[in-house]
């Protein structure tokens, strides 16, 4: 791009802020490069988002389930496969500087990636997971309180989830603010928690000889590992996207999981193992951990669910533009209302937990694996977009497609062997077979002499409708 062109876009970027939201956090457009930040400041809002206590509960459905020998190959095994993801991704968001949402513009046509942010985000993650974690929030503080009516696990996820909307209201600058000075603390009372767990309970050796009371197969744990993290991999785009390079969004995004993840999902594992209780904060607590444990929820808990929120707004606005902030409002009150009615009906049964994981494992993976195909496959070598900061644009008065048949037919090839084939692994499986189809669904078209994108219209300029 010429430097006068970049003038004209930057000038077209500022033009279209004007009469916008200061919260709306450029949810229809580009992010302007002014906006964005280095590698540590990527580094610290991945890691905060993301390290949260859920992780650590995985890892005790882990322990139930594999020993720790099986679980460390099960957890390499899943970590890789995150790894490789998510640094994909985190590239696609740093180069186009748009959300994950209006990213899926291109790969699934504006309908498409309305229709499919919608279902895959704004209800698995901007309301599921959100609800999630809630949930869990209100478990926890009824086990740090357990004879207060204001903590029991329903009304707790109430009052946290209103907590956590207010919160997300602000946008990626809160994110950005609470992961300084979270992180580090956050890590640490972990540490410690694990490391007391285990020195009382006999060290490692109790670990490594206890035998899982609900064994599962290494297949199964590979998956479970995949499914709990796959939904921050597809969005890591809504954070990568404020990156100032593609290098340092993907190597934020290696360094946070390859030195976070594995130690928070075995330190569940160790302490399930060595303990037999199946609530990771139950066992901190019985040590006489409580004030720890509260700050570990106050410090993980509270940002990972606000970027939950954070992500399902900005899929909300790309399928029906309004301000972001009341985007975040929306998903929020009926998040809170789908926790506190787990809370107040199953209280702390783990049950609703696993098999949210689960499902996500088996269908997010096909988006990533699309996204994937079309931005560093299918643009560059059948569309001949070299540049990847040329691949995904919207310029004033070119031509883009309301529908990509590609992409839709192998999103839903690879939700379909995700959910439905029970051989190898769904979430790899769903993973591949999605990234495979669109590629060769594609090429069929262009081999025809045809595009498999439909229903052009012209993009006008300003913020995306």
Same mark, same amino acid.
């Given at each position: 791009?010429?430097?006068? =062109?970049?003038?004209?876009?930057?000038?077209?970027?500022?033009?279209?802020?004007?009469?916008?939201?200061?919260?709306?956090?450029?949810?229809?457009?580009?992010?302007?490069?002014?906006?964005? *930040?280095?590698? $540590?400041?990527?580094?610290?809002?991945?890691?905060?988002?993301?390290? %949260?206590?859920?992780?650590?509960?995985?890892?005790?459905?882990?322990?139930?389930?594999?020993?720790?020998?099986?679980?460390?190959?099960?957890?390499?095994?899943?970590? =890789?496969?995150?790894?490789?993801?998510?640094?994909?991704?985190?590239?696609?968001?740093? !180069?186009?500087?748009?959300?994950?949402?209006?990213?899926?513009?291109?790969?699934?046509?504006?309908?498409?990636?309305?229709?499919?942010?919608?279902?895959?985000?704004?209800?698995?993650?901007?309301?599921?997971? *959100?609800?999630?974690?809630?949930?869990?929030?209100?478990?926890?503080?009824?086990?740090?309180?357990?004879?207060?009516?204001?903590?029991?696990?329903?009304?707790?996820?109430?009052?946290?989830? &209103?907590?956590?909307?207010?919160?997300? *209201?602000?946008?990626?600058?809160?994110?950005?603010?609470?992961?300084?000075?979270?992180?580090? $603390? !956050?890590?640490?009372?972990?540490?410690?928690?694990?490391?007391?767990?285990?020195?009382?309970?006999?060290?490692?050796?109790?670990?490594?000889?206890?035998?899982?009371? !609900?064994?599962?197969?290494?297949?199964?744990?590979?998956?479970?590992?995949?499914?709990?993290?796959?939904?921050?991999?597809?969005?890591?785009?809504?954070? %990568?996207?404020?990156?100032?390079?593609?290098?340092?969004?993907?190597?934020?995004?290696?360094? !946070?999981?390859?030195?976070?993840?594995?130690?928070?999902?075995?330190?569940?594992?160790?302490? &399930?193992?060595?303990?037999?209780?199946?609530?990771?904060?139950? #066992?901190?607590?019985?040590?006489?951990?409580?004030?720890?444990?509260?700050?570990?929820?106050?410090?993980?808990?509270?940002?990972?669910?606000?970027?939950?929120?954070?992500?399902?707004?900005?899929?909300?606005?790309?399928?029906?533009?309004?301000?972001?902030?009341?985007?975040?409002?929306?998903?929020?009150?009926?998040?809170?209302?789908?926790?506190?009615?787990?809370?107040?009906? #199953?209280? =702390?049964?783990?049950?609703?937990?696993?098999?949210?994981?689960?499902?996500?494992?088996?269908?997010?993976?096909?988006?990533?694996?699309?996204?994937?195909?079309?931005?560093?496959?299918?643009?560059?070598?059948?569309?001949?977009?070299?540049?990847?900061?040329?691949?995904?644009?919207?310029?004033?008065?070119?031509?883009?497609?309301?529908?990509?048949?590609?992409?839709?037919?192998?999103?839903?090839?690879?939700?379909? &062997?995700?959910?439905? &084939?029970?051989?190898?692994?769904?979430?790899?499986?769903?993973?591949?077979?999605?990234?495979?189809?669109?590629?060769?669904?594609?090429?069929?078209?262009?081999? #025809?002499?045809?595009?498999?994108?439909?229903?052009?219209?012209? *993009?006008?300029?300003?913020?995306?409708?």
């Amino acid at each position: 791009m010429t430097e006068e =062109a970049e003038k004209k876009e930057v000038k077209g970027v500022e033009s279209s802020e004007k009469g916008e939201s200061k919260f709306d956090d450029y949810s229809l457009m580009e992010v302007p490069k002014n906006q964005r *930040y280095g590698f $540590f400041n990527m580094f610290l809002v991945f890691g905060s988002v993301y390290g %949260a206590i859920a992780v650590i509960w995985a890892g005790g459905a882990l322990g139930y389930g594999l020993t720790f020998t099986q679980a460390t190959l099960a957890v390499l095994a899943g970590t =890789a496969v995150l790894t490789i993801l998510g640094a994909l991704m985190s590239a696609v968001g740093a !180069h186009s500087g748009l959300s994950t949402y209006t990213a899926w513009r291109f790969p699934l046509g504006r309908w498409g990636g309305k229709v499919a942010g919608l279902l895959l985000i704004t209800v698995t993650t901007g309301v599921g997971w *959100y609800a999630v974690e809630t949930w869990l929030f209100g478990i926890i503080m009824n086990e740090v309180y357990p004879t207060s009516p204001f903590f029991s696990v329903g009304t707790a996820a109430i009052w946290g989830g &209103v907590l956590m909307i207010i919160m997300t *209201y602000v946008g990626y600058r809160m994110l950005s603010f609470l992961s300084y000075f979270s992180i580090p $603390f !956050h890590m640490w009372l972990i540490a410690v928690g694990i490391a007391i767990v285990l020195a009382l309970k006999g060290g490692m050796s109790t670990v490594l000889s206890a035998v899982p009371t !609900h064994p599962m197969g290494l297949l199964d744990g590979i998956s479970a590992v995949i499914g709990l993290y796959i939904a921050g991999t597809i969005i890591s785009p809504d954070i %990568a996207r404020f990156s100032r390079s593609a290098k340092d969004a993907s190597g934020a995004w290696i360094a !946070h999981i390859v030195f976070l993840y594995p130690f928070l999902i075995l330190g569940g594992v160790a302490i &399930v193992l060595a303990t037999g209780s199946y609530l990771i904060t139950n #066992a901190m607590l019985k040590l006489g951990m409580g004030i720890g444990v509260l700050l570990i929820i106050l410090f993980g808990q509270f940002i990972i669910n606000t970027d939950n929120l954070y992500s399902g707004s900005l899929s909300l606005v790309n399928f029906w533009p309004m301000r972001r902030e009341w985007a975040s409002v929306i998903n929020g009150v009926i998040g809170t209302a789908i926790a506190s009615y787990i809370g107040f009906s #199953a209280g =702390a049964s783990i049950t609703p937990f696993e098999n949210f994981i689960s499902f996500l494992g088996e269908v997010l993976p096909a988006m990533g694996g699309i996204l994937v195909a079309d931005f560093f496959l299918v643009k560059p070598f059948l569309e001949r977009r070299r540049n990847p900061k040329e691949r995904y644009k919207f310029r004033e008065n070119d031509r883009y497609y309301n529908l990509n048949i590609a992409g839709i037919v192998a999103l839903v090839l690879g939700a379909a &062997v995700g959910i439905f &084939v029970n051989a190898g692994i769904p979430a790899i499986n769903s993973l591949i077979v999605g990234l495979v189809s669109y590629v060769l669904i594609y090429a069929a078209f262009k081999a #025809a002499g045809r595009s498999p994108e439909v229903l052009p219209y012209v *993009y006008k300029g300003g913020r995306l409708k």
